[in-house]
Structure formats: structure tokens, C-alpha cells
T-cell receptor
Framework: AQSVAQPEDQVNVAEGNPLTVKCTYS??????LFWYVQYPNRGLQFLLK??????LVKGSYGFEAEFNKSQTSFHLKKPSALVSDSALYFC??????????????FGRGTSLIVHP | DAGVIQSPRHEVTEMGQEVTLRCKPI?????LFWYRQTMMRGLELLIY????????DSGMPEDRFSAKMPNASFSTLKIQPSEPRDSAVYFC??????????FGEGSRLTVL
């Protein structure tokens, strides 16, 4: 079985400050991890993913995420938040093991609000 | 590529009417997914197809819901008869071999 948790429904941060959106996961095999962003009245857009390799993954719009196997986490980060980053962020996981589910499980989403 | 294309973007209908939502996936993608998003339940997977074949429809809420994929470039999600609790945003997504999903802009359904 695979699952993902986003412990915060909402994150508030001031523009220019660093931001972190948290995600923890559970899979039987190797995790394939993803972050998506959803702007109002839009579909989800892919931001970045971790499959293998460097634990720090860089993605679109200056976002990055750090894979931490021991803590089973994949937190999304950005050094300096912009008001335009305000959106709903989804973490997703799927099991990369042979025979594992090819279907990602999504978290419930975290609303990021960046204040001017 | 134009991305995943969904139609209609907005649909308002009355209870009991048939609703058909349409999706054109990205060319070459072998998986197609239908999701439903509501405030209360978040993002729910309804059904997915692999190479046009339905693989898992366990997320379809009731027999009133059905989905088809007659060819690699087209899929429909049908609700018959529709009910007010079906009001939601319905997303179609398709997938590359590397695993990330590409979502359409969604179809916002309101059932009165």
C-alpha cells in the first residue's frame, strides 16, 4: 500500500521569506515522488519529481524539494516566496518497485498563501 | 503540443439530466485518468485506462457514472442521471512513461 500525508492544510508566509510545504509518504518499495501546483480555476501542473539520484531536486518556478529516506519526507521549498506562488500544492507518491502500483496517490493538498 | 484538452469547461444542468464530459489526452501517452475534485473530498481518482482499456474503475461512485475510451485520442465520462451531489470539478490527465501526470483544465459541473 502507498500513502502520502500533507500535515498542513494551509501555510502562510511573507513575500521574500523562505517557504516550506511538508510531505511525508509511505510505500513498500522505492518511492517515486512528485509535487504539483494548482492555481485557482486551473488544472494541476507538474512541478518536480524524485525518481532516483540526488536527494535535492530542482523544479519549475524556483522550487526545489529534498528527498529524505530516513524520515520518509519530500518537503517542497523555495528560498524566497512570491505573492504569485499562492496556490494549492499537492504531493504525490507511487511505488517504483516492480509489481508496484503505477498509479500515484495524492495528498489532500496544502494551500500556500504568500502575503505582500 | 496543446496539452490535455477537456470540454466543456463549465456545465450547468438540472438534476436527472445526462452529462457527458470529454477529454483528449496528449498524443503518445498510454495512461488516461479521470479525477473528481471537491472541497470536502479533495482529489479522487475515478477510473483509469491503459492503452484504451479500463484498468480500475473502483473509484467510480455509482452505476450512474460510466467512462469510455474508444481510441487513443478520446475519452468520455458520462453521468446519467445526474444529481446535485455530483457537482464538482472533473479532471482528465494523461501520463508519460516517466510517471508525471499532465492535467487538463477541468470541467466544472453544477447540477441544480
Amino acid at each position: 500500500a502507498q500513502s502520502v500525508a500533507q500535515p498542513e492544510d494551509q501555510v502562510n508566509v511573507a513575500e521574500g521569506n523562505p517557504l516550506t510545504v511538508k510531505c511525508t509518504y509511505s510505500v513498500s518499495g522505492n518511492p517515486y515522488l512528485f509535487w504539483y501546483v494548482q492555481y485557482p480555476n486551473r488544472g494541476l501542473q507538474f512541478l518536480l519529481k524524485y525518481i532516483t539520484g540526488d536527494n535535492l531536486v530542482k523544479g519549475s518556478y524556483g522550487f526545489e524539494a529534498e528527498f529524505n529516506k530516513s524520515q520518509t519526507s519530500f518537503h517542497l521549498k523555495k528560498p524566497s516566496a512570491l505573492v504569485s506562488d499562492s496556490a494549492l500544492y499537492f504531493c504525490a507518491v507511487r511505488d517504483g518497485a516492480s509489481g508496484g502500483s503505477y498509479i500515484p496517490t495524492f495528498g489532500r493538498g496544502t494551500s500556500l498563501i504568500v502575503h505582500p | 503540443d496543446a496539452g490535455v484538452i477537456q470540454s466543456p469547461r463549465h456545465e450547468v444542468t438540472e438534476m436527472g439530466q445526462e452529462v457527458t464530459l470529454r477529454c483528449k489526452p496528449i498524443s503518445g501517452h498510454d495512461y488516461l485518468f479521470w479525477y473528481r475534485q471537491t472541497m470536502m473530498r479533495g482529489l479522487e481518482l475515478l477510473i483509469y485506462f491503459n492503452n484504451n482499456v479500463p484498468i480500475d474503475d473502483s473509484g467510480m461512485p455509482e452505476d450512474r457514472f460510466s467512462a469510455k475510451m474508444p481510441n487513443a485520442s478520446f475519452s468520455t465520462l458520462k453521468i446519467q442521471p445526474s444529481e446535485p451531489r455530483d457537482s464538482a470539478v472533473y479532471f482528465c490527465a494523461s501520463r508519460t512513461g516517466t510517471g508525471e501526470l499532465f492535467f487538463g483544465e477541468g470541467s466544472r459541473l453544477t447540477v441544480l
